[in-house]
C-alpha cells in the first residue's frame, strides 16, 4: 500500500532514474510499514545486509532499473534484474510497454510501472509512475577487489556524467564563497565598531570627562588604551587572513570555472545546433500555423497611441511605435516601424517613418506583469504565532513556505486538468505528459534573489510540467487543447518555437511556455509543450551544461560581453582568460586591435560566440591583419556571429573563413574585395544571415552558395556581379530574404523565383533585367516587400501577384511596364508603399484603390494616366505622399486633398489641371513640398500656404496664376 503514495513517487521519479553504483548503505531510504525506515526492503522480501560474500570476494549493489511488462510477477521482474548484471557487463535496459494493470502479492501495480527497490542478493529494481520510455540506464555488478569494469567502460560511465560532475564541483565551490565572504564582512564590522570606540575612549582620555577613564575608574589608561589598539591590531590580522582565504577560494572557483566554461560551451553550442537543427527539419507551414496560433492568444489587449511593440521582419524582431489605434481591438493597428541605415560617419541611424498596418495578433507588446497570490492565512500564522501584529509580504521566508505548500497541492490538480485536455483533444500517445519535480526552496530563493529582488511572488514555475509532442503539428493541437483546459486560465505566453526568437539566452533550447493560474487557488504554474527531439537532446547532458553555464554568468549578457574600444587595459587580459563570448569594439582604432585585440583573439583560452569589428579606421586587409587564418582558426569551434562592415578594406574575403563552420550571421559589407564570393562560402553550412554588400565583388555567384539550404537572409547589393540570376539561389529554400540590388546582373527574372516559398523580401532593383514579371511570384504567399525598379522590365503586372496578401511595398518604378493600374491592387489590404511611376502606364487612376485605407505613399507620376484627380484620395488619411505628376490628368484639384493631414509631398504638375488652388491646401501643416508647376491654374495663390510650417519648396511657374505671393516662412524655394 505504501507504493502508490505519492510523497514516496515523487521522490521516485522526481529527478529521473539515476543509477546507483556503491555500497548497499548508500541505497534510497523506503517508507516502512512498522515505522522508521529500512534501507533496501519492501513488505516481507530479503533485508539487504551491509555486506555480501561470494568466495573471498565482495559484491558491491549496483542499481538494476528493469521495466517490467503488465503481466510480469515479482519473481519476473527480479530474474530480468539478474539477467542484466552479469559480471562487467554495461548494457542499456530494455524498453517494455503495457497498459494493463499488475497484481502480485495482492498489490495492485500503476501501468508502465518500474518494481522499486526490491533486494534479493544484490539485485535490485526500481519503481517508477513516469509515462516515459524506459531511460537509457546502466547496470553491472562491481568487484570489490577491483572495479570489475572494463577501463573503456569506465571512460565511458565518467564521460556521461562529466557535465554533472563538473556542476555539482561548481556549485559546491561557489557555494563555500559564502561563508568565507561573510566572515570577512564579520570582521570588518568588527573592526569597524571598535576603531570607532577607541577612538571615542581616546578622545574621553585627553578631554578628562568626569566619570570618564580617566576620573578614577581605572587607575593605569596608558595599559587601557594599549590593550585596546593590540586587540585591534589582532581583528586586522585575523581581517588579513580571512581575505587571504576568500581570495584563494575564488581564485579556485575562477580558474576551475575558467578550465571548465570553455568546454562546456563548445559542447553547449554543438547542442545548440542540435536544437536548430530539430526546427528546421519541420514543415514551414506547420511553423507558421503554429505561429498563427499562439499570437491568437498571446497577442491581445488594447493598445495606446505612443506605445513600443515588436513586430517581425524576416527573421527578427524589430521595434515599432503605434501611430493610430483602430475602432475595435480585432481592426488593424498603424505603425511606425523602426528602421536602421549603415552610414559613413555612424554605425546604424535609426528613425520611425515607416508606416505599417498590422492586426494585433502580430504585434508584440510588453506583457503584464504576472504574480504570485499575495501572503494567505498559512502565512500570517507563521509569521505571528505569538499575535504579533506585522503583516507578511512577499519577501519573507513564511510566505516562501506557504507558497511551497500551495505548490504542493495544486500540482496533482494541473496534471489533472492537462492531461484531461490532451486525452479530449484525441491526441493520444502523440502529446505525452512529464511532470517535473517542484522547484527546490534553495532555487527559488536564488531566482527570486537574482531576478525580482528577492520577491518570491514573482517565481511563477515551481510547480511545473511539460507535454511532450512527437511535431510541430501535434504541438498545435496540444497549444489549442491546454489553453482551453477547464480550471486553468492563461496569463502569459512565450512562444520561443518562433523562428524570430533568440534562443541564446536559453543555450538553444525552445518550447511554448505558459504561465495558467488554477482558478481554484489563484496559484500560477507553468506548462512547456516542446518536442520529442528537444527533450532528448536536453536529457542528454544539454540540461547540465546550460546550468554550468548559467551559474559562471555565461548566460547573463552583462558578465560575458563586452562593448567599448580597444583601448580598454582590460580587454585583452579578458580574452586571454576566456571570459569574454561577445566582443563588440566598434568604432576602435586600428593601432589598439592590432596591438591589444588580434594577440589575445588568438590564445588558446578565447573563445567567442560573436565579434563584431566594424568601423575600425585604418585597416588595409581583414585577411591580413585582423582575421587571420590563427585567429579563426582559434575561434572556429565557437563563433558564430561575425561582423567586420564599413572598414574600407582591401584584399580578399579572408579564406580562414572556411574553417568557421559554425557560423550564422557573416556581415562583411561596404568593405572593398578583390574578386568574386569564393567557392568555399558552400561550406558554411550553418550560415543563417549572409551580408556582404557594396564590397566591389565581380564576376558570377559560384554554384556551391545553393548548398546554404538554411541560408534566411542573403544581401549581395551594390556589387558588380554580372550575368544572368544565378540558378544557385534556388537551392536557397529557407531564404526569407533576397538582395541583389545594384548590381549588373542581366536576362530574366526567372519562373523559379516562384519556388522560394519562404520568400519574404526581393529586391532585384538596379539591375539590367529585361522581359516580364512572372506570373509564378503570386506563389510567393510569404512576400512583403516586392523591389524591381530600375531595370527594363515590359509588359503589364501579372494579376497573380492579388495573391500575395501580405505585400505592404510594390516597387517597380522606371521600367516598361504598359497598361492600365490595375483595379486588383485594392484587394491587397497590406499596401502602404505603391511605386508606379516612370512606366508607360495608361487609363484612369482605378476607384479600387480607395479601399487601402493605409496607404502611405502613391507614386503614379510620369506615366500616360487620364481623368480627374479622384475626390477619394481625400479619403486616404495616412498619405504622406501623392505623386501623380507628368500624366494627362484633367478637371479641377480636389478640395479633399486637404484633408490629407499627414501630407508632406503632393506633386501634381505637367498635367493639365485647371481652377484654383483650393484654400484647404492651408491645412497642410505637415507638408514640406507642392509642386503644381505647367498646367493651367488660374487665381489667386491661397494666403494660407504663407502658413505651412514645414514648407520648403513650392513651385507654382508655368500657370495662369495671380504672381502675388503672400508672405511665406524664411527658407522656402519659390518658383513662380
Not at 574621553?204 to 577613564?213: D, W
Not at 531576478?451 to 501535434?474: E, N, Q, S, W
Not at 480636389?894 to 490629407?900: A, F
Request: hydrophobic share 40%; with cysteine.
Amino acid at each position: 500500500e505504501r507504493w502508490g503514495r505519492d510523497s514516496f513517487l515523487r521522490g521516485m521519479i522526481g529527478e529521473g532514474v539515476q543509477p546507483v553504483v556503491g555500497q548497499p548503505d548508500a541505497m534510497p531510504l523506503l517508507p516502512s510499514t512498522t515505522g522508521g525506515s529500512r534501507r533496501g526492503q519492501v513488505g516481507n522480501t530479503h533485508q539487504t545486509n551491509n555486506t555480501h560474500s561470494v568466495g573471498a570476494r565482495r559484491k558491491v549493489l549496483v542499481s538494476v532499473p528493469v521495466w517490467v511488462t503488465g503481466t510480469d510477477t515479482v519473481t519476473d521482474a527480479i530474474a530480468k534484474a539478474h539477467a542484466a548484471t552479469a559480471p562487467t557487463a554495461i548494457t542499456p535496459a530494455a524498453e517494455h510497454t503495457s497498459s494493463t494493470l499488475m497484481t502480485t502479492c495482492g498489490r495492485t501495480l500503476p501501468p508502465h510501472g518500474l518494481l522499486s527497490n526490491i533486494c534479493e542478493d544484490g539485485a535490485t529494481v526500481v519503481l517508477s509512475r513516469s509515462t516515459e520510455s524506459c531511460p537509457k540506464v546502466w547496470s553491472g555488478v562491481a568487484d570489490g577487489a577491483h572495479s570489475g569494469i572494463a577501463p573503456t567502460t569506465a571512460l565511458e560511465m565518467a564521460s556521461h556524467d562529466l557535465d554533472e560532475v563538473t556542476l555539482q564541483h561548481l556549485v559546491a565551490l561557489k557555494e563555500a564563497l559564502g561563508p568565507k565572504f561573510i566572515a570577512v564582512e564579520d570582521t570588518r564590522t568588527q573592526i569597524e565598531i571598535r576603531t570607532e570606540l577607541f577612538q571615542r575612549t581616546k578622545a574621553r582620555i585627553v578631554l578628562g570627562e568626569n566619570g570618564g577613564v580617566a576620573g578614577g575608574r581605572i587607575a593605569d589608561t596608558t595599559n587601557f588604551t594599549t590593550k585596546m589598539a593590540v586587540d585591534l591590531e589582532a581583528l586586522k590580522a585575523v581581517l588579513t587572513v580571512r581575505q587571504a582565504e576568500f581570495a584563494r577560494a575564488v581564485g579556485v572557483y575562477r580558474a576551475t570555472a575558467r578550465r571548465e566554461v570553455r568546454r562546456t560551451a563548445i559542447a553547449m553550442q554543438r547542442k545548440g545546433a542540435e536544437f536548430l537543427a530539430i526546427l528546421e527539419a519541420q514543415p514551414t507551414v506547420d511553423i507558421d500555423e503554429l505561429t498563427a496560433a499562439v499570437e491568437t492568444v498571446a497577442n491581445t489587449g488594447q493598445l495606446t497611441v505612443g506605445e513600443t511593440v515588436r513586430i517581425v521582419r524576416g527573421d527578427t524582431f524589430v521595434a515599432a511605435v503605434v501611430a493610430a489605434v483602430p475602432d475595435a481591438i480585432d481592426g488593424g493597428y498603424r505603425l511606425r516601424v523602426q528602421t536602421e541605415e549603415l552610414t559613413i560617419t555612424l554605425p546604424y541611424t535609426s528613425s520611425f517613418t515607416e508606416l505599417v498596418t498590422l492586426p494585433r495578433s502580430r504585434i508584440y507588446a510588453t506583457p503584464p506583469a504576472v504574480r504570485q497570490p499575495g501572503p494567505g492565512p498559512t502565512s500570517v500564522a507563521l509569521l505571528m504565532p505569538h499575535g504579533e501584529t506585522t503583516s507578511p509580504t512577499t519577501v519573507d521566508v513564511e510566505y516562501l513556505a506557504e507558497l511551497m505548500a500551495n505548490a504542493w497541492a495544486v500540482r496533482p490538480k494541473l496534471e489533472q486538468h492537462v492531461q484531461h485536455a490532451l486525452d479530449c483533444a484525441g491526441l493520444g500517445g502523440a502529446a505525452r505528459l512529464c511532470t517535473g519535480p517542484l522547484k527546490k526552496v534553495a532555487r527559488t530563493t536564488q531566482k527570486a534573489a537574482d531576478k525580482y529582488m528577492g520577491d518570491f511572488a514573482r517565481v511563477l514555475d515551481i510547480v511545473r510540467l511539460t507535454v511532450v509532442c512527437h511535431d510541430i503539428k501535434t504541438l498545435r493541437a496540444a497549444f489549442s487543447a491546454v489553453t482551453q483546459a477547464d480550471g486553468l486560465q492563461v496569463r502569459r505566453v512565450k512562444n520561443r518555437l518562433h523562428p524570430a526568437f533568440d534562443a541564446s539566452a536559453s543555450a538553444g533550447y525552445r518550447d511554448v511556455l505558459l504561465n495558467m493560474v488554477h482558478t481554484q487557488t489563484g496559484h500560477v504554474c507553468e506548462v512547456q509543450l516542446t518536442l520529442l527531439g528537444f527533450m532528448s537532446a536536453k536529457q542528454s547532458g544539454g540540461h547540465a551544461m546550460y546550468k554550468v553555464l548559467r551559474l559562471v554568468g555565461r548566460l547573463e549578457e552583462w558578465s560575458s560581453t563586452y562593448q567599448g574600444t580597444a583601448k580598454d587595459e582590460d580587454v585583452a587580459e579578458r580574452l586571454r582568460d576566456g571570459e569574454i563570448s561577445v566582443l563588440d569594439i566598434t568604432g576602435s582604432e586600428f593601432d589598439d586591435v592590432r596591438s591589444r585585440v588580434v594577440p589575445a583573439l588568438a590564445s588558446p583560452r578565447c573563445f567567442l560566440t560573436s565579434l563584431k569589428l566594424n568601423f575600425i579606421s585604418g585597416l588595409s586587409t581583414l585577411a591580413g591583419e585582423v582575421l587571420t587564418e590563427a585567429v579563426l582558426r582559434q575561434l572556429s569551434p565557437t563563433l558564430e556571429t561575425l561582423e567586420s562592415h564599413n572598414c574600407g578594406a582591401g584584399g580578399s574575403v579572408p579564406p580562414g573563413l572556411r574553417l568557421c563552420t559554425r557560423l550564422s550571421h557573416l556581415h562583411l559589407g561596404l568593405n572593398h574585395f578583390d574578386g568574386g564570393l569564393p567557392d568555399w562560402i558552400g561550406d558554411l553550412r550553418r550560415l543563417r544571415h549572409l551580408d556582404i554588400e557594396q564590397c566591389g565583388l565581380t564576376g558570377i555567384v559560384p554554384d556551391s552558395l545553393g548548398r546554404l539550404d538554411g541560408l534566411r537572409v542573403l544581401d549581395l547589393c551594390g556589387n558588380r556581379l554580372s550575368g544572368p540570376i544565378s540558378t544557385a539561389f534556388r537551392g536557397l529554400r529557407s531564404v526569407t530574404a533576397l538582395h541583389l540590388n545594384l548590381n549588373m546582373l542581366t536576362g530574366t527574372v526567372p519562373e523559379w523565383i516562384g519556388e522560394l516559398s519562404d520568400l519574404r523580401e526581393l529586391s532585384l532593383r538596379g539591375n539590367r533585367l529585361i522581359g516580364g514579371i512572372p506570373d509564378t511570384l503570386g506563389q510567393l504567399s510569404h512576400l512583403t516587400e516586392l523591389y524591381l525598379y530600375d531595370n527594363k522590365l515590359t509588359g503589364d503586372l501579372p494579376p497573380t501577384l492579388a495573391l500575395c496578401s501580405r505585400l505592404w511595398m510594390l516597387s517597380c518604378s522606371s521600367n516598361m511596364l504598359t497598361g492600365p493600374i490595375p483595379a486588383w491592387l485594392g484587394d491587397l489590404g497590406s499596401l502602404t508603399h505603391v511605386y508606379l511611376h516612370e512606366n508607360h502606364f495608361v487609363g484612369p487612376i482605378p476607384a479600387s484603390l480607395r479601399r487601402l485605407r493605409g496607404l502611405s505613399v502613391l507614386s503614379l507620376g510620369s506615366n500616360g494616366l487620364c481623368g480627374p484627380v479622384p475626390e477619394w484620395l481625400g479619403e486616404l488619411r495616412e498619405l504622406a505622399t501623392l505623386d501623380l505628376g507628368s500624366n494627362r490628368l484633367v478637371g479641377e484639384i480636389p478640395r479633399s486633398l486637404g484633408r490629407l493631414h499627414r501630407l508632406t509631398t503632393l506633386c501634381l504638375q505637367s498635367n493639365q489641371l485647371t481652377g484654383e488652388i483650393p484654400e484647404s491646401f492651408g491645412l497642410l501643416t505637415h507638408l514640406q513640398e507642392l509642386d503644381l508647376h505647367s498646367n493651367y491654374l488660374s487665381g489667386q495663390i491661397p494666403g494660407l500656404l504663407g502658413g505651412l510650417p514645414a514648407l520648403r519648396k513650392l513651385a507654382l511657374h508655368s500657370n495662369q496664376l495671380c504672381t502675388t505671393l503672400p508672405p511665406l516662412p524664411q527658407g522656402v524655394s519659390v518658383t513662380v
